[in-house]
Structure formats: structure tokens, C-alpha cells
């Protein structure tokens, strides 16, 4: 049921270590550790020096990323509890930094988002900011009547949890909102929709 | 395509600005407001010198929300092909035209703070963006390198207008050099930097910040080619059925253009990518002079920017 070929859908070209970069902030998510994890080979003492890794275990939980993530060695690690909080954090990081630091987003296509989402609001380039999608294909979803948002939406159609109308998850996707637009499928008469797909798990 | 939609303009006012640099004021003939333009924006200066017609591109340095009249400023420069020869030669009252503002060089307005960075006669579109950050309320830097305090242009004005805090002067005479690497070093993320000047400033000062680790969305440059002299060339022009010869000092956008024939054109200096034309065939070697084709395209000789590129060999016909 999805459209194909709506330009807005982001695409994630994985994540790869700027050599002239001064400083690099790393954001990772849940199975977003391992695109880190598996680029081991290039990270030198020397950029490893240069490092601030921010971690959120969220849907990873128990699979001990995080120790392994801190036996890299980097400048900073930093592991906080929920997304939120991360986000929190990384806002604070880029405030303050200085031209030459990359930041560098993997995890669920949510999380990249809204990371993206900060970033962008301090007038970095979105083509500046490598990302690597890892984990659930869940989606964060706004409700284009409502303007509620729904996270880890698996399922299309599916109820808004704000409104309650059933929503068509679309490919169709907002930078500014860091969020896919959900289109309201059964307007005409309402109960016709069609059963949900799980599309997005 | 851009010649319909050319204004005609008088020269209301000239003022001697700096050695070999002259500052022309352009109002409409009808008494019109001038289009709106957007920082960075420039126009093509139509010139009938004689019979031959000289198109030059200049950038715009009034301040962008004025309609009331364009402003650019002119150096008379060394072996000029005629067109800054024939601005410093025209007086006021004369009769020009111009084209509508084309921009290939917009500030992005997404950034937390700009940094401009001009060498000599390079500080032109500056002025306006000056203008418009100041208007704006947005954050910005000038470091402004000019040869000596005689030969700088505007930059008593700027410095009395926008403070020595945001506009700093470099002078070579006096053994200045910008401290690239220190400003580099020690901008907010978000920061973007924009370069215009001679092609070796604008080299060194991209290649500096790729190696101090800027993204290079955030890098910005403006450089206009002057179209390089050669030996004259014959064309075929398959369309128009027509074998024209291009001269030593001429471009083929120019010959064509003085055989009536019209092409689209935009900045006239290799960078835009308007003019480009597809070869239908080609025995000899084209000289690619433009910013605008990647070397791959360059090699495939199927491509060609006629406002800067040349042609050496027997035969060479386009789609025109």
C-alpha cells in the first residue's frame, strides 16, 4: 500500500569517520552501536581521542552494547536512560561546539530523526551528517489532522493515539517534524478501512 | 532566452571609488522600481561598444531591498578584452541594458553565522550581503585582503559602518595575511564561509577548510572566467545551417551571438551550467575552460560551456 518514489523518504548511507574533522560526536541508538562497533579497525588512538559517544540502549536493552562501546576507549562515553535524555545532552554538545566537529546518527530511523531534528536547528547541513539505519524499521508518525505524534508505529493502517483515525502511514516524511505523515484512509466512511499490514517491524 | 527580458538602464551617477575601480549607480529608462534581488545576485551588462556587443557579468552591491537603482563597481582591468575598458570609458547620462538578477551565489540563511572572506575587487557581492545580514540581525564576519590602502575599495565605509569588530582589512603592501587557519579554528557549529576573489584565494581558502574538518556544504565560493583568448576556430551550427568563425579575443557564445543567433546563456563565466551545448561531432580537441562539466563529461567531448571553452582541429558542429 505504500507509494514508491516519494522523494522525501530519507535514505541512510552509513556512517564513515571524517579524517579532517577536530572533533567527532557520535549519537548512537540500540543497534546503532555496532555501525560504530564494526568500523573498530579505523578507529585510531588518535581519533578515538577526538571522540564523544552518546548511547541509549532503548530497544537493545541487556544486549550489553554499552560495554562495548566503553572498552573502545573514547574521550567521552556517555550512556543515558531514555531518548529523551540523550537528545537533551546532544543539544548541549553541539551548542557549544566549535566548526570542525562532525556528528555522526545511528539507530532506528526515530531516532535519527530527531537527532537530525537538533542538528538542523543549529544551522548544520543536512547532507553534512552521515547516518546509519539499524535496528526496527518502526516509524514515528505524525497525524497530518490532529498533528499528534505516534512513535514505533509497526503497522499501517493503524489508530492514531491521539484522535483515534485510522491512519495510512505514508513514505512521505518531514525533516522539520522528523516524523512520516499519516493520512486519515477511511474519511468517507468511516470503519471501511482496510486491516492493518505489518509493514514496518 | 535572457535577451527579451533585459532592462533598459541609464547611468545616473559614476564615482571614482579606489585606483581603477569605478562605482556605476543604473536606473530604469521607465522610471520603473528595479526587480528585487537576493544577496549574491548578479546581472549581465549588456555593452554596445561600436559594433561589437559586450556582455559582461557583474555582481550586484546595492543593498538588496533597494528597487531604487542597481549599483556595481567596475576594475579596469590589465588586458582587458574590452568590457571593463568600455565601463571606464562610458559617462553618465549613457544608455545601457542589463539583465534580471540571477544569483549563483545566495547566502544560506539556515546558518547560525557567516563569514566572509574577499580579496580585493571580490568584495562586491559582500556589500550586499552585508546588507542584508546586518538587516537581518544575523551574525557576520568580513576579512577583506586588498593590495594596499589606495587600491581597497570600500573598506573606510564598511569598517565606519559596520564596526572593526565584524570587518577586518589585510593590506599585502603592509605584509598582512588573513589568519585563515585561526578563524577557521574558532567559528559556532552551523557557521558557513563564502569566498570570492582571485582563483588562488578561492582555492587556498576551500582546500584550508576541508582540512580543518568543515563540511563542505558549508563552503562557498564565487569565481567569474573571463573568457580566455586563442586561435580563431570555425563551428558548424547544424540548426541555424551556419559556419561561423570564432575570433581570437571572442568566445563562440559571443560569435554566435553576433552571427544572430541566440543562445541561452546565464553568468557568462563557465559556472552556471546555462549555456551548455551538445556536440554532434567533433574532430580535435575541445578546451574545456569552465567550472561547471566534471572531468568525466569533459572527456566524453559530448558537452560544451560555449561562453568560456575553445576548439582546437578541423571540425567541430553543434546543436544550435
Given at each position: 500500500m505504500l507509494v514508491q518514489?516519494?522523494?522525501?523518504?530519507p535514505t541512510y548511507r552509513g556512517i564513515a569517520i571524517e579524517p579532517h574533522a577536530k572533533r567527532h560526536i557520535i549519537a548512537l541508538e540500540g543497534e546503532g552501536a555496532l555501525a560504530l562497533m564494526e568500523q573498530k579497525a579505523e578507529l585510531t588512538p588518535e581519533i578515538l581521542s577526538r571522540c564523544e559517544v552518546l548511547y541509549v540502549p532503548h530497544g537493545s536493552q541487556g544486549q550489553d552494547h554499552e560495554l562495548a562501546l566503553a572498552a573502545l576507549g573514547a574521550d567521552i562515553f556517555w550512556q543515558a536512560p531514555t531518548i529523551p535524555t540523550l537528545l537533551f545532552r546532544l543539544k548541549g554538545s553541539l551548542t557549544n561546539a566549535k566548526m570542525g566537529t562532525r556528528l555522526y546518527i545511528s539507530g532506528t530511523e526515530g531516532f535519527i530523526g530527531q537527532a537530525m531534528q537538533i542538528a538542523l536547528d543549529l544551522g548544520m547541513d543536512f547532507n553534512s551528517i552521515p547516518t546509519e539505519h539499524r535496528g526496527s524499521l518502526a516509524r514515528r508518525v505524525q497525524?497530518?489532522?490532529?498533528?499528534g505524534i505516534t512513535e514505533n508505529v509497526t503497522s499501517s493502517p493503524f489508530q492514531c493515539s491521539h484522535c483515534g483515525l485510522t491512519l495510512l502511514v505514508r513514505d512521505h516524511y518531514s525533516r522539520r517534524l522528523a516524523a512520516f505523515q499519516g493520512v486519515n484512509i477511511d474519511a468517507e466512511e468511516p470503519g471501511t478501512a482496510p486491516d492493518p499490514e505489518e509493514l514496518f517491524s | 532566452v535572457s535577451i527579451n527580458t533585459e532592462i533598459p538602464v541609464r547611468v545616473a551617477k559614476i564615482t571614482p571609488v579606489a585606483e581603477k575601480i569605478r562605482r556605476f549607480r543604473l536606473e530604469r529608462l521607465d522610471g520603473q522600481p528595479m526587480p528585487y534581488f537576493s544577496a549574491g545576485a548578479h546581472v549581465v551588462v549588456s555593452m554596445h561598444d561600436g559594433d561589437i556587443l559586450r556582455r559582461n557579468p557583474y555582481s550586484l552591491m546595492s543593498a538588496p531591498y533597494d528597487s531604487s537603482a542597481y549599483e556595481i563597481s567596475v576594475l579596469a582591468v590589465e588586458n582587458s578584452r574590452g568590457g571593463s575598458a568600455f565601463m571606464h570609458r562610458i559617462s553618465e547620462g549613457d544608455e545601457l541594458r542589463v539583465s534580471q538578477p540571477v544569483n549563483l551565489f545566495p547566502a544560506d540563511h539556515r546558518g547560525r553565522k557567516h563569514i566572509l572572506i574577499a580579496g580585493g575587487i571580490g568584495i562586491t557581492p559582500f556589500l550586499a550581503m552585508m546588507a542584508q545580514f546586518s538587516r537581518d540581525n544575523v551574525a557576520f564576519e568580513l576579512h577583506y585582503a586588498m593590495r594596499s590602502r589606495t587600491h581597497g575599495a570600500y573598506w573606510q565605509d564598511l569598517l565606519q559602518q559596520y564596526g572593526p569588530q565584524r570587518v577586518k582589512t589585510y593590506f599585502d603592501a603592509e605584509g598582512d595575511r588573513i589568519p585563515l587557519n585561526a578563524i577557521l579554528d574558532n567559528q559556532p557549529l552551523g557557521t558557513h564561509l563564502y569566498v570570492c576573489g582571485p582563483a588562488g584565494m578561492i582555492d587556498g581558502v576551500l582546500l584550508a577548510g576541508l582540512e580543518a574538518g568543515?563540511?563542505?556544504?558549508n563552503l562557498h565560493s564565487e569565481r567569474f572566467l573571463a573568457p580566455p583568448p586563442g586561435q580563431p576556430f570555425k563551428i558548424w551550427l547544424e540548426q541555424s545551417r551556419l559556419s561561423i568563425t570564432v575570433g581570437e579575443h571572442q568566445s563562440i557564445l559571443e560569435a554566435i551571438e553576433a552571427a544572430g543567433v541566440d543562445a541561452p546563456y546565464m553568468?557568462?563565466?563557465?559556472?552556471?551550467?546555462?549555456?551548455?551545448t551538445t556536440v554532434l561531432s567533433c574532430d580535435g580537441e575541445i578546451e574545456h575552460n569552465d567550472i561547471y562539466l566534471s572531468d568525466e563529461e569533459k572527456a566524453e567531448r559530448r558537452k560544451i560551456m560555449i561562453c568560456v571553452s575553445r576548439f582546437k582541429g578541423q571540425q567541430l558542429a553543434l546543436q544550435l
Open positions: 518514489g516519494i522523494k522525501s523518504r497525524c497530518v489532522h490532529c498533528k | 568543515w563540511p563542505r556544504e553568468c557568462r563565466g563557465g559556472a552556471c551550467g546555462q549555456c551548455e
